[in-house]
């Protein structure tokens, strides 16, 4: 059978609290009137038991508390309970304590009780924010408690504050006025820290304290041990415990998962906060290699939510062309506690990051699992890329200058020739041979020009016509006129020219001319240009003219010219060839050192946002160098000589003798790559460095290339991470109740310690199992698991139900988890012990149908009498009345508590008394609890 719990609340419950607490004050006020010590028995003894279980709660919490309030009040009320049970047991009447004036010594015993609990309430605050020193906080409580106890029973010198002729001492009253001033100043502290307190805790303290002040000054004024007004003061002082008892142990015992979960969530907030923000992925991962645990930085660099991540392994995101020996891997954790090494992880969308793993193993409520830190090196890896190309294409440029057969790009020839130094020379020789000379790009660009004749300049260059005709010639006629040979030729406006081809490499670029001439043993075809000076529009008296200048020569000086012009245009050609390697050269080399510079800027940056420094040794010229960031790590000036001695002096004392040796260790040829600490300027720093070192043919140390990567941020949080998941498994495990997480498909994700103790079934054997396998031994979810409701409408839920399985009556809530998505993702599953009450309840219920039986059973018998049969109670109050009753007076009153036989009617109207029955007795009877 199952019974859904009903959380809302009678709105009836102020009234009848109200009602609870009038007959509780009256019935001690009467039970203070007929029996005094009994009642100052049941109120202090009250007070004591408070007392001792704030001091047990409050110690059993200490761990998981994140201040020392709640044990300071703790630790405190237990000498304020021992106290205050010494008063009890000296009060008059009780006999225990044999030769002492009863009343004073119980005032003794009370003053002292009650200025150690005002002390306790005025300090108490001030431990709200901060830890407690339970040994100190013992100590001072102790000695003063013992003092107080050996003033008054052994050395009898504690202050009077009873004489039985004269009343309450003065030192009495100022006392009780100097505790109440204490307790004045506690609610003043307690307000000005509130702050730190739940709303409700504070209000319900507030309220002791002023109780406890009515208190005091109703203390002040009696003058019998047994008075109204001592009556009163204990009256107050019942309100004072009530109030603390609400404030701290129904607190604790009613709401343990408002004070238990709150320390909780917040450890799992801390953790969280820990563990999300760091810029490094962190994996949780079991032996398996399934993820346990990932942080938010793993998620957003892989592209998977946290669900997707839980539900896989390593082997998911690794890389399958990138093997990794998962042996020797562990290996090493198990040898130096760690391991760093670089995989490549795949993420989600495709994209390959390379990370620098760190892992650990590490021990999470007695189950072995390891930590991985991965840190995305992308940056670092383009940077090592940047530079190895760097070094590539600085050979390559080395190797063009050493290889003219590498292909040029196209390149104009202004770009090559120093053409202003060549026009110069050509104007020499034209001045020496009257002989023009040009160079002419293949575009029919003139780059170099000397010796132009008349006709050319003046005619053939200006008439758009003639001028095609001399770019066609030059361009046209030319064409296949091999490498160190040259061609003589008619242009298209009839006038002789000679060309010999102009190369870089094996590319023609341009051509040497000479031309505008006639040989001498030629006569120029006057008629011919007479009919061009008409075809072209020029003026052909002036056209003539300038034919008549032009010039002749041999054909002999011509061929030696052309073989000069041949070998000219070679020596152009090499000169051209030699200068754009030369050029080019410079410009690579140029842009090499500005990409050296760059890389180096550049991996100078990415060490600084990395934090790892770089250094290089070379022994044979003994030269150690460091960049600037491994500087910056050891705290070292730039630029400070370098010797192994300042390495060691930055070494941690208790890490420098581990360095040194595995240094030495390095030299012989054994890998050198650790984790130790530094000091730097009084700061402990975490550092990992690894070294390249390279050795001769004979094994010695030539030099070397080493990293340093500032890992303090790591460690830090690695320590902080394993701290706040240690804090949070011990929180867990201190729940007495059972507590499981589970996902969707009703799979235990997680479990207390209080679940293997009742399922009898270790939690690491539990994890991936169906819940209601482990818990009801079914195949299936019952239908009144409230986990599937949760589920359903992402809310809570409860059940109260006898579970077979573990043979008690045990009530279950469900508090829904959630994804990063928002999405109901599982829940967290808590299980509770409720037989005893259930075992209550169903007595009560017994008991009830029992009494019911009775009454109906009186009813009965009643009904058989042939007279008329009231039952009322002392209060002269009527019960219960038989039908001969109603026979006689009619219809009774609804309410038949109202009855009252000595004020009725006849039906004629007439008053019946009680001496008109035919029948009167009254039989007197008392129950055993005396009502």
């Given at each position: 059978?199952?019974?859904?719990?009903?959380?809302?609340?009678?709105?009836?419950?102020?009234?009848?609290?109200?009602?609870?607490?009038?007959?509780?004050?009256?019935?001690?006020?009467?039970?203070?009137?007929?029996?005094?010590?009994?009642f100052?028995?049941?109120?202090?003894?009250?007070?004591?038991?408070?007392?001792?279980?704030?001091?047990?709660?409050?110690?059993n919490?200490?761990?998981?508390?994140?201040?020392?309030?709640?044990?300071?009040?703790?630790?405190?009320?237990l000498?304020?309970?021992?106290l205050?049970l010494?008063?009890?047991?000296?009060?008059?009447?009780?006999?225990?304590?044999?030769?002492?004036?009863?009343?004073?010594?119980?005032?003794?015993?009370?003053?002292?009780?009650?200025?150690?609990?005002?002390?306790?309430?005025?300090?108490?605050?001030?431990?709200?924010?901060?830890?407690?020193?339970?040994?100190?906080?013992?100590?001072?409580?102790?000695?003063?408690?013992?003092?107080?106890?050996?003033?008054?029973?052994?050395?009898?010198?504690?202050?009077?504050?009873?004489?039985?002729?004269?009343?309450?001492?003065?030192?009495?009253?100022?006392?009780?006025?100097?505790?109440?001033?204490?307790?004045?100043?506690?609610?003043?502290?307690?307000?000005?820290?509130?702050?730190?307190?739940?709303?409700?805790?504070?209000?319900?303290?507030?309220?002791?304290?002023?109780?406890?002040?009515?208190?005091?000054?109703?203390?002040?004024l009696?003058t019998?041990?047994?008075?109204l007004?001592?009556?009163?003061?204990?009256?107050?002082?019942?309100?004072?415990?009530?109030?603390?008892?609400?404030?701290l142990?129904?607190?604790g015992?009613?709401?343990?998962?408002?004070?238990?979960?709150?320390?909780?969530?917040?450890?799992?907030?801390?953790?969280?906060?820990?563990?999300?923000?760091?810029?490094?992925?962190?994996?949780?991962i079991?032996?398996?290699?399934?993820?346990?645990?990932?942080?938010?930085?793993?998620?957003?660099?892989?592209?998977y939510?946290?669900a997707?991540?839980?539900?896989?392994?390593?082997?998911?995101?690794?890389?399958?062309?990138?093997?990794?020996?998962?042996?020797?891997?562990i290996?090493?954790?198990?040898?130096?506690?760690?391991?760093?090494?670089?995989?490549?992880?795949?993420?989600?969308?495709?994209?390959?990051?390379?990370?620098?793993?760190?892992?650990?193993?590490?021990?999470?409520?007695?189950?072995?699992?390891?930590?991985?830190?991965?840190?995305?090196?992308?940056?670092?890896?383009?940077?090592?890329?940047?530079?190895?190309?760097?070094?590539?294409?600085?050979?390559?440029?080395?190797?063009?200058?050493?290889?003219?057969?590498?292909?040029?790009?196209?390149?104009?020839?202004?770009?090559?020739?120093?053409?202003?130094?060549?026009?110069?020379?050509?104007?020499?020789?034209?001045?020496?041979?009257?002989?023009?000379?040009?160079?002419?790009d293949?575009?029919?660009?003139?780059?170099?020009?000397?010796?132009?004749?008349?006709?050319?300049?003046?005619?053939?260059?200006?008439?758009?016509?003639?001028?095609?005709?001399?770019?066609?010639?030059?361009?046209?006629?030319?064409?296949?006129v091999?490498?160190?040979?040259?061609?003589?030729?008619?242009?298209?406006?009839?006038?002789?020219?000679?060309?010999?081809?102009?190369?870089?490499?094996?590319?023609?670029?341009?051509?040497?001319?000479?031309?505008?001439?006639?040989?001498?043993?030629?006569?120029?075809?006057?008629?011919?240009?007479?009919?061009?000076?008409?075809?072209f529009?020029?003026?052909?008296?002036?056209?003539?003219?300038?034919?008549?200048?032009?010039?002749?020569?041999?054909?002999?000086?011509?061929?030696?010219?052309?073989?000069?012009?041949?070998?000219?245009?070679?020596?152009?050609?090499?000169?051209?060839?030699?200068?754009?390697?030369?050029?080019?050269?410079?410009?690579?080399?140029?842009?090499?050192?500005?990409?050296?510079?760059?890389?180096?800027?550049?991996?100078?940056?990415?060490?600084?946002?990395?934090?790892?420094?770089?250094?290089?040794?070379?022994?044979?010229?003994?030269?150690?160098?460091?960049?600037?960031?491994?500087?910056?790590?050891?705290?070292?000036?730039?630029g400070?000589?370098?010797?192994?001695?300042?390495?060691?002096?930055?070494?941690?004392?208790?890490?420098?003798?581990?360095?040194?040796?595995k240094?030495?260790?390095?030299?012989?040829?054994?890998?050198?790559?650790?984790?130790?600490?530094?000091?730097?300027?009084?700061?402990?720093?975490?550092?990992?460095?690894?070294?390249?070192?390279?050795?001769?043919?004979?094994?010695?140390?030539?030099?070397?290339?080493?990293?340093?990567?500032?890992?303090?941020?790591?460690?830090?949080?690695?320590?902080?991470?394993?701290?706040?998941?240690?804090?949070?498994?011990?929180?867990?495990?201190?729940?007495?109740?059972?507590?499981?997480?589970?996902?969707?498909?009703?799979?235990?994700?997680?479990?207390?310690?209080?679940?293997?103790?009742?399922?009898?079934?270790?939690?690491?054997?539990?994890?991936?199992?169906?819940?209601?396998?482990?818990?009801?031994?079914?195949?299936?979810?019952?239908?009144?698991?409230?986990?599937?409701?949760?589920?359903?409408?992402?809310?809570?839920?409860?059940?109260?139900?006898?579970?077979?399985?573990?043979?008690?009556?045990?009530?279950?809530?469900?508090?829904?988890?959630?994804?990063?998505?928002?999405?109901?993702?599982?829940?967290?599953?808590?299980i509770?012990?409720?037989?005893?009450?259930?075992?209550?309840?169903?007595?009560?219920?017994?008991?009830?149908?029992?009494?019911?039986?009775?009454?109906?059973?009186?009813?009965?018998?009643?009904?058989?009498?042939?007279?008329?049969v009231?039952?009322?109670?002392?209060?002269?109050?009527?019960?219960?009345?038989?039908?001969?009753?109603?026979?006689?007076?009619?219809?009774?009153?609804?309410?038949?508590?109202?009855?009252?036989?000595?004020?009725?009617?006849?039906?004629?109207?007439?008053?019946?008394?009680?001496?008109?029955?035919?029948?009167?007795?009254?039989?007197?009877?008392?129950?055993?609890?005396?009502?």
């Amino acid at each position: 059978m199952s019974t859904v719990i009903d959380n809302r609340q009678s709105s009836g419950f102020p009234a009848r609290l109200a009602l609870a607490w009038a007959l509780a004050f009256s019935s001690l006020f009467l039970l203070s009137r007929s029996d005094f010590l009994l009642f100052h028995s049941i109120v202090e003894l009250i007070g004591v038991v408070v007392a001792f279980s704030i001091f047990i709660i409050a110690w059993n919490a200490r761990r998981l508390l994140d201040n020392g309030f709640l044990l300071f009040i703790g630790i405190g009320f237990l000498f304020v309970g021992v106290l205050g049970l010494m008063h009890t047991l000296s009060y008059r009447g009780m006999g225990v304590f044999v030769g002492y004036e009863p009343v004073n010594l119980a005032a003794q015993f009370w003053i002292a009780t009650r200025f150690i609990q005002a002390i306790v309430l005025l300090a108490a605050p001030a431990f709200i924010l901060r830890r407690l020193n339970a040994n100190a906080a013992f100590l001072g409580f102790g000695v003063l408690t013992i003092l107080a106890i050996t003033s008054i029973l052994v050395w009898r010198n504690f202050p009077q504050m009873f004489d039985p002729d004269a009343g309450l001492t003065n030192f009495k009253i100022a006392g009780e006025f100097f505790i109440t001033f204490i307790l004045l100043l506690a609610i003043a502290n307690l307000r000005r820290n509130r702050g730190g307190l739940d709303r409700t805790v504070f209000g319900y303290l507030t309220g002791a304290l002023l109780a406890n002040i009515a208190s005091e000054m109703a203390f002040t004024l009696y003058t019998d041990a047994y008075g109204l007004l001592n009556t009163a003061g204990h009256l107050l002082l019942i309100t004072s415990i009530y109030f603390i008892y609400k404030a701290l142990i129904e607190t604790g015992l009613r709401k343990p998962f408002d004070l238990l979960f709150r320390q909780l969530r917040k450890n799992e907030e801390k953790y969280r906060l820990l563990f999300n923000s760091g810029s490094d992925a962190v994996f949780f991962i079991d032996e398996r290699d399934n993820f346990v645990e990932v942080n938010d930085r793993a998620c957003e660099v892989l592209g998977y939510s946290r669900a997707e991540l839980l539900t896989m392994g390593l082997g998911d995101i690794d890389d399958p062309a990138v093997p990794t020996d998962r042996e020797a891997v562990i290996q090493q954790i198990k040898d130096k506690g760690f391991a760093v090494f670089e995989r490549l992880h795949v993420a989600k969308d495709g994209r390959r990051i390379p990370v620098e793993l760190n892992a650990r193993q590490i021990q999470v409520d007695g189950k072995s699992m390891f930590l991985s830190v991965a840190r995305d090196i992308s940056e670092r890896k383009v940077a090592e890329k940047a530079l190895m190309e760097s070094e590539a294409k600085l050979k390559l440029k080395l190797d063009y200058i050493l290889s003219p057969e590498v292909e040029l790009g196209e390149n104009e020839l202004t770009a090559v020739f120093d053409l202003p130094h060549i026009q110069q020379m050509m104007d020499d020789l034209y001045a020496v041979t009257g002989i023009g000379f040009s160079i002419i790009d293949l575009k029919g660009k003139v780059l170099v020009g000397t010796g132009w004749q008349q006709i050319c300049t003046d005619f053939h260059r200006r008439s758009p016509q003639a001028c095609a005709n001399c770019i066609e010639s030059d361009l046209a006629l030319t064409a296949g006129v091999s490498r160190g040979e040259f061609k003589t030729y008619k242009c298209k406006n009839n006038m002789w020219d000679i060309v010999t081809p102009l190369y870089i490499a094996d590319r023609h670029i341009a051509n040497v001319f000479t031309g505008q001439f006639f040989f001498d043993d030629e006569k120029p075809d006057v008629a011919l240009f007479s009919r061009q000076a008409d075809e072209f529009g020029f003026d052909k008296k002036e056209y003539l003219a300038a034919l008549a200048k032009a010039p002749r020569h041999s054909r002999r000086k011509v061929a030696d010219l052309m073989d000069f012009f041949t070998r000219f245009a070679n020596m152009i050609s090499e000169m051209g060839y030699n200068n754009l390697k030369l050029a080019k050269a410079i410009a690579d080399q140029q842009q090499a050192i500005q990409r050296l510079a760059e890389t180096k800027t550049d991996l100078d940056r990415a060490q600084d946002v990395a934090h790892v420094g770089s250094w290089r040794m070379d022994v044979r010229r003994n030269i150690l160098e460091w960049s600037g960031e491994n500087y910056r790590i050891f705290g070292i000036p730039a630029g400070t000589p370098l010797t192994y001695e300042t390495f060691l002096s930055t070494i941690h004392p208790e890490d420098r003798q581990y360095v040194d040796a595995k240094w030495q260790a390095g030299l012989r040829g054994e890998p050198y790559d650790i984790e130790h600490r530094l000091l730097v300027g009084g700061r402990e720093k975490w550092v990992r460095e690894k070294a390249y070192l390279e050795f001769d043919a004979d094994g010695s140390v030539i030099g070397g290339f080493g990293i340093t990567h500032d890992i303090t941020d790591r460690k830090e949080l690695e320590a902080n991470l394993t701290r706040a998941a240690m804090e949070w498994q011990a929180t867990f495990d201190s729940i007495t109740d059972v507590i499981m997480l589970l996902d969707n498909r009703h799979r235990i994700i997680r479990t207390n310690r209080a679940f293997e103790s009742t399922f009898h079934i270790p939690a690491r054997e539990a994890v991936g199992k169906h819940c209601h396998d482990v818990v009801h031994g079914l195949g299936m979810a019952p239908g009144f698991c409230p986990h599937s409701r949760t589920m359903s409408c992402a809310g809570s839920a409860r059940e109260e139900f006898f579970e077979p399985k573990l043979g008690v009556y045990v009530e279950a809530t469900t508090l829904p988890t959630f994804n990063s998505e928002g999405e109901c993702s599982g829940s967290v599953h808590i299980i509770k012990n409720i037989h005893d009450r259930k075992t209550v309840e169903t007595e009560r219920e017994n008991l009830l149908r029992q009494v019911e039986n009775q009454r109906l059973l009186l009813e009965t018998t009643l009904e058989q009498f042939p007279s008329g049969v009231v039952i009322r109670n002392t209060a002269g109050e009527l019960v219960m009345g038989n039908e001969e009753v109603r026979r006689i007076f009619g219809q009774l009153p609804q309410n038949i508590a109202e009855f009252d036989t000595s004020c009725c009617y006849r039906k004629d109207g007439t008053q019946f008394n009680a001496t008109d029955w035919p029948m009167n007795r009254t039989v007197s009877f008392r129950r055993s609890d005396s009502q």
